[in-house]
């Protein structure tokens, strides 16, 4: 299974690189798919050639120098100072909505991050320490990778706990089970209106649309700040223009349950890399975990089973964990194939969205600078292969394209915090388990990047760190993702991991059952502490609805009332109706447009004002029946320029639809939920 994750990934950074060849040669995208094709055989036969004349796994590029000798371990002080001001960090970061101060959460993360990067780097290796293996589950002893010498074994599989063996079947049922619930929970995201279009446009046209598709057909220039660098919703276009199936249809129940898959895989991975025992424990309470975060939209949950079906959901959630494992793997082997893996991961991460140009950097700097200052410069150099490719994109789409500024609303460092990261007992945790990475990961380089992970986030929560990088690069409005960078859940789950003391003898004899319910008693507490302060993911509270079949990612009445008006308006037309059935329309057809799916894209597409006032006027005639309604002047003349066909209104909305027949419209009739009134030359006959 590891083999076909790896797989796909390196597929699927292929696919980009011909995709992204195709924003220059612009061929059809049945020859993006033939080369693609042609390309992944091609690599597949050259990777079979080497690794069959290297042999399995291959030497590592180059030996690592000895970690030097250090007369004593770093003070017990300076590693309790680092404990407790990470627990200080977490409980003010998760705490500030309740009151506590934000300055604690910067303050004692600071002091938590530098105290425990000084016991890592301080930390005496310890010589002639038996493997893990030979040590049993529980005892990760001092040995990490620093402690074999190069071409030895691979550490992070010596330090694997046996119990990974038999979790293996746990996580492939619960990435199975991930895979069906993400069928059926439905929570509307108006991000769609760009992302499913895109799908939509490319099986109608059969080839990369370059320009605006939700308002026009290709009539104007694409959404500012949403540069066609991601090739995911290209492909899934492509692929369902092959099969024959409505595009839509395709991301919802095919793309969406196999990345759901791949996703809870990856976190198992990352699981069995990181975790010093008890991995399956780590597992379990991550999936609590991504079940229990839906305290808000952005959470690291929300962004899994509720809209995997998009890029940059795909890229937090399975992509962060796989770069972490393989610069786990590529830090402690040093192997061509691990340095390979981190270079597909960077393009892959780029086909999923041009948020990766400043997420993969930080990400991957997590690692690379405590492997340098650790004293590994060549593997931490090596491992900033993994952002080359996204920073290299991001330069490239800032030099050809004017307008990449991204408008709206710029949190500060507690609001991306809470809206990632989530407040009271999930904010808690979560902010705990990042600063104590460095103490409940496995001791090396899982250690290391977790120390890394804790410093770049306690940088960026200082004030006006984050306004800065605003400022500079024009992405305010998305620079909550840096959060991003946190693998919350498996962190979380690493807490389950810490051993609890026990009396001497306890671990013998008829006590031997005390020993099981100390090591399962943190998993327990963990997973109650979320079930009772979390919200399921599935809950109303958060937005879901739980369909009693695979559904759209969009209520069904209002998927089937906006077929049904699409089908009565004209090619090229303009429909008008409330907002949540306007949002269904860019998943339908990419011959008929709404006025506003999607207000953010309407106020971010390069055109004159007048266009996007003449579809907030036309919105806002039908949006609410006891809402403002504009003057009818502005919609008569709204109703002309726009092109509208069809406009519908609730039923009891009879203020809007009377502005509407007053402004040229005419032949009222019931479609759906919605009653609808046509242009002069009235509806077409379905």
């Given at each position: 299974?590891?083999?076909?994750v790896?797989a796909?990934v ?5 696919w ?19 080369c693609w094709?042609?390309v992944?055989?091609a ?22 120098p000895?970690?030097?000798r ?9 590693a ?7 627990i200080?960090a977490?409980?003010?970061a ?6 506590a ?6 303050v ?18 310890t010589?002639g320490?038996p493997p ?6 529980d ?12 071409g ?12 990974s063996?038999?979790g ?8 199975a ?54 090739s ?5 276009g ?7 199936v409505?595009a ?9 349950p ?5 996703a ?10 990181w ?8 597992f379990?309470?991550a999936a609590?975990?991504l ?12 962004f899994?089973l509720l809209r ?10 399975a992509?962060?964990p796989?770069?972490?494992?393989h610069?786990?793997?590529?830090a402690?082997?040093?192997r ?13 991460a780029?086909?999923?969205t ?25 593997t931490?150099?090596?491992?900033c ?12 789409v ?8 991204v408008?709206g609303f710029?949190g500060?460092?507690s ?14 945790l ?8 460095p ?7 899982p ?11 306690t940088?960026?929560l200082?004030?006006g760190?984050?306004h ?6 024009g992405a305010g409005?998305?620079?909550?993702r840096?959060?991003?960078i946190?693998p919350a ?20 004899g008829?006590a ?5 319910l100390?090591?399962?008693l943190?998993?327990?507490a963990?997973?109650v ?14 937005g879901?609805?739980v ?15 906006a077929?049904a008006?699409?089908?009565l308006?004209r090619?090229?037309?303009v429909?008008v ?5 306007m ?17 953010h894209?309407?106020?971010n597409l390069?055109?004159p004002?007048?266009?996007?006032d ?10 609410r029946p006891?809402?403002?309604?504009p ?11 726009a092109?509208v ?7 009891r ?8 027949e ?5 032949g ?5 939920h ?6 002069a030359?009235g509806?077409?006959?379905?």
């Open positions: 299974m590891d083999r076909a790896d796909v390196l597929l699927f950074a292929v980009t690189v011909v995709y992204h060849a195709g924003l220059v040669l612009r061929p059809p995208t049945w020859a993006l798919l033939a094709a042609a992944s055989a690599i597949a036969a050259a990777w079979a050639l080497r690794g069959r004349r290297d042999g399995r796994g291959g030497r590592p590029l180059w030996p690592e000895p970690a030097p250090r007369s004593a371990s770093p003070p017990r002080a300076l309790l100072v680092a404990v407790v001001a990470g200080a977490g409980t003010c998760g705490l500030h909505t309740s009151g101060p934000w300055w604690g959460a910067w004692f993360g600071l002091v938590s991050a530098a105290a425990s990067a000084a016991c890592l780097l301080l930390r005496r290796t010589a320490a893990a293996r030979e040590r049993g589950e005892d990760p002893g001092e040995d990490g990778p620093d402690a074999h010498e190069p030895t074994e691979e550490p992070a599989e010596r330090a694997e706990p046996r119990t063996r038999w293996t079947p746990l996580a492939l049922a619960t990435a089970g991930f895979s069906v619930a993400s069928l059926f929970i439905v929570n509307s995201d108006g991000d769609d209106a760009y992302f499913v279009s895109r799908s939509v446009a490319t099986a109608a046209l059969g080839r990369i649309p370059f320009k605006d598709v939700i308002f026009t057909s290709g009539k104007t220039g694409p959404v500012a700040g949403e540069p066609p660098v991601s995911i919703e290209v492909l899934a492509a692929l369902a223009r092959i099969a024959g409505p839509a249809s395709f991301v919802y129940f095919v793309l969406l196999v990345v759901t898959f791949i809870v895989l990856a976190a198992w991975r990352l699981c069995r890399a975790a010093p025992r008890r991995a399956v424990a780590c379990a309470v609590v975990y079940l229990w975060s839906g305290l808000g939209p952005a959470s690291l949950g929300s899994h995997m079906w998009q890029g940059k959901a795909v890229m937090v959630s992509l962060i796989l770069l972490y494992v610069l786990t793997r590529w402690e082997r040093r061509r194939g691990d340095l390979v893996m981190l270079a597909a991961c960077g393009v892959a780029t086909g999923l041009s948020s990766a140009a400043f997420v993969l950097p930080l990400a991957a700097g997590a690692a690379a600078v405590p492997l340098i200052a650790s004293g590994r410069v060549r931490g150099l090596a491992a292969v993994a952002p080359a490719y996204p920073v290299a994109a991001g330069l490239v800032a030099l050809r394209h004017h307008d990449t500024s408008t710029v500060d460092a609001d991306d915090f809470r809206w990632v990261l989530l407040y009271s007992v999930p904010g808690v979560a902010g705990c388990a990042l600063w104590l990475a103490w409940t990961a496995r001791r090396g380089v250690a290391l990047i977790g120390a890394g992970i804790a410093a770049v986030i940088l960026l200082l004030p760190v984050l800065l990088a605003a400022d500079a690069t409005q998305v620079l909550w840096t959060m991003w946190v859940p498996v962190l979380i789950g690493l807490l389950a991991t810490v051993r609890i003391p026990l009396p001497t003898g306890a671990r013998s008829g031997a059952a005390l020993g099981v100390a090591a399962s943190p998993a327990a963990l997973a502490a979320m079930i009772v302060g979390g919200t399921p993911v599935w809950s109303a509270k958060d879901s609805i369909a009693s079949r695979p559904s759209w990612k969009l209520p069904a009445a209002q998927v089937g009332t077929h008006v699409v089908e308006a090619t090229g037309g429909v109706m409330p907002p949540g059935y949002r269904a329309v860019p998943l339908l057809t990419a011959r008929v447009h709404a006025a506003d799916p999607n207000t894209y309407l106020r390069p055109v004002a007048r266009f996007v003449d579809r907030r006027v036309l919105t806002a005639a039908v949006r006891g809402g403002w309604k003057p009818l002047g502005d919609v008569r003349d709204a109703v002309r320029r092109g066909v069809v406009a519908c209104t609730r039923p909305d009879l203020r809007g639809l009377a502005l509407l007053q402004a040229g419209l005419s009222r009739r019931r479609v759906g919605l009653v609808c009134v046509f242009s030359q509806p077409r006959t379905p």
